[in-house]
């Protein structure tokens, strides 16, 4: 997952992150493929913070210099208890000549203790 995440990101530099969109061509609107960067992004380096908090950056960068935005920020705890990251996915499946939306939710906590 790091050396796709990397690649992706690489990809995103040298052409730009709407271009490498487009250019994979997977069957997303460009929110949806700038939001699943960003998850990527966002659970790589919430497991190995200090060795690819670098990816963070970049990618926070590469979003700043073509001015686009992800969908949805994390949310700081306010009680003290530590930083808590929900991770979201969406898949359209397609079955039997009607669509259906798969949703995952992944919750990460890093406390503070």
């Not at 709407?18 to 949806?32: A, E, S």
């Not at 990618?59 to 700043?64: G, Q, S, T």
């Amino acid at each position: 997952m790091k050396k796709v995440l990397r690649q992706e990101l690489y990809y995103c530099a040298k052409y730009g992150i709407i271009n490498h969109l487009q250019k994979i061509d997977i069957d997303q609107t460009l929110q949806g493929g700038i939001n699943r960067i960003d998850g990527y992004v966002k659970y790589v380096t919430h497991i190995e913070k200090e060795t690819l908090s670098n990816l963070q950056k970049m990618w926070r960068e590469l979003l700043k210099k073509e001015v686009l935005s992800i969908g949805f920020e994390t949310i700081e705890d306010k009680r003290g208890i530590g930083k808590i990251d929900i991770f979201v996915d969406e898949v359209e499946i397609f079955h039997d000549g009607s669509s259906h939306i798969a949703l995952c939710f992944i919750q990460t906590e890093d406390s503070k203790k």
